[in-house]
C-alpha cells in the first residue's frame, strides 16, 4: 500500500486498463492538457490515436463513444463538466442506455463517460452541478461515484471492463484527496456499496463528496456520545440496497446525504427505499440532506444553497431527539439548508 491521491488513482486506471487493452481509448475536449490532470502521460505513452482531441462538442464525444462502442471498441467518454452532458443527453439516455435492450440483448454498448461534477469551489450554475439524480432516472446506465483514491480506481476499472455504459462521476473537490492504495492491480465491483464507518446510533447513507463530509461530522459526534454508522453507497446503478437495509436495521434511523437537489432526487428515492424494503420499525423518520430547488449561484453564494457539514450534524441530531444544535467545524456560521 501507498498513499496516492484521488487524481493519481483515476490517472493510474487508465495508464493499466489502456496497457491491458488495446480496444481502450479516450476521447473528449482538450484531454491532452485536460485541467484534472487524471490523463497525465497517456498520450506520450500511448499516442494520439488512443488519446483524441475533440471539437467542444459533447454531443460528437458521447456520440462517437457509442458508435465506437458497438463496432468492438471500450471507448472513455471525457465530458470535462458533468453538467455540459445534458447537452449530450440524447446520446446518452436514447442511445447509449437503449441500445441493448432495443435490439434484444444482441448489442452491447460498453463505454464509459467520465465526468467531473460538483460545486463548493465557486463555479456557479453551469459548472457546479451534480446530475446523478437525473442520470439515475433512466434505466440502462450504471453510476458509480467513488469517494475515496481506493474507491476511484478500483471502480474506473472495472467500469471500464463492463460491457454496459457506464457514468463515472467524479467529484473535484476530491482530486487532491490522499488515501491507501494497492500497487497490484485490484477491482472495485460496480454496485457494492462499503460501510465506511461502523456505529450504533444512526445511520448516514452518502455519496460521493459527501462521505468525506459525513465523515469528518461522525468524528466531532463521537465526542458528544453519538455512534454514527456512514455507509458510502459508491454506485447508484446497481444500487446495492441490501448494505443500505443492513445498517439501517441494525441502527433504527437513517439519515441521507447527497449534493444535488431534494426534489425527485437521491435522498428521496433512497429514502423510500429504506421505508419499503427495511425489516424493523424506525425509530424516528428518515431525514435528508441535500440542497434545495434552486439553481447554485455563482461566488459566495453557494454556501446557501450546497450541503455544510452542520447540515449533517443538525439532521443527525434531530433523527436523535436531541433538541440543541450540536455545532461542528467546518461549518458556515450562518445558517444554511438542512432538507427533511
Known amino acids: 500500500m501507498r498513499e496516492i491521491t484521488y487524481r493519481q488513482a483515476i490517472n493510474e ?4 486498463e489502456m496497457a491491458r487493452d488495446d480496444s481502450v481509448f479516450i476521447l473528449g475536449e482538450s484531454i491532452c492538457h485536460e485541467q484534472w490532470d487524471t490523463h497525465a502521460g497517456l498520450v506520450q505513452r500511448f499516442g494520439r490515436e488512443r488519446i483524441r482531441d475533440t471539437a467542444i462538442s459533447e454531443t460528437a464525444i458521447v456520440g462517437a463513444a457509442v458508435g465506437a462502442a458497438l463496432a468492438g471498441y471500450r471507448p472513455i467518454a471525457d465530458i470535462m463538466f458533468s453538467d455540459f452532458l445534458f447537452c449530450a443527453a440524447d446520446e446518452t439516455l436514447n442511445q447509449a442506455a437503449t441500445h441493448r435492450f432495443s435490439n434484444g440483448g444482441k448489442t452491447r454498448v460498453p463505454m464509459v463517460i467520465k465526468t467531473a461534477m460538483g460545486g463548493y469551489g465557486s463555479g456557479g450554475p453551469m459548472h457546479s452541478q451534480c446530475p446523478e439524480g437525473f442520470l439515475w432516472h433512466r434505466p440502462g446506465l450504471k453510476i458509480a ?4 483514491p481506493y474507491d476511484a480506481k478500483g471502480l474506473l476499472k472495472s467500469a ?6 457506464v457514468v463515472y462521476l467524479f467529484h473535484k473537490m476530491l482530486l487532491d484527496n490522499t488515501g491507501r492504495v494497492p500497487e497490484d ?5 460496480l454496485g457494492k456499496a462499503d460501510v465506511k464507518r461502523q456505529g450504533s446510533d444512526l445511520t448516514v447513507v452518502a455519496t460521493s463528496y459527501m462521505v468525506t463530509m459525513a465523515l469528518e461530522v461522525a468524528e466531532q459526534l463521537e465526542a458528544h456520545g453519538l455512534s454514527v454508522e456512514v455507509v458510502d453507497v459508491r454506485c447508484l446503478e446497481p444500487l446495492d440496497l441490501g448494505t443500505i437495509l443492513a445498517s439501517v436495521d441494525k441502527t433504527g434511523r437513517a439519515v441521507i446525504v447527497d449534493e ?3 426534489r425527485c432526487g437521491v435522498t428521496a428515492e433512497i429514502a423510500l427505499r429504506i421505508m419499503e424494503g427495511g425489516s424493523r420499525p424506525l425509530l424516528s423518520p428518515i431525514r435528508r440532506v441535500a440542497a434545495p430547488d434552486l439553481p447554485i449561484p455563482a461566488g459566495h453564494l453557494e454556501r446557501w444553497v450546497l450541503p455544510a457539514p452542520q447540515d449533517i450534524a443538525d439532521a443527525i441530531g434531530g433523527a436523535m431527539g ?3 444544535p450540536i455545532l461542528v467545524k467546518g461549518a458556515s456560521a450562518e445558517p444554511g439548508f438542512t432538507v427533511g
Request: net charge negative; glycine share 0%.
Open 145 to 148: 461515484l467513488p469517494s475515496t
Open 13 to 16: 486506471a487508465l495508464h493499466e
Open 185 to 189: 492491480e485490484y477491482l472495485v465491483p
Open 322 to 324: 436531541i433538541k440543541e
Open 160 to 165: 471500464i471492463r463492463d460491457n454496459n455504459p
Open 260 to 262: 444535488d437537489v431534494s
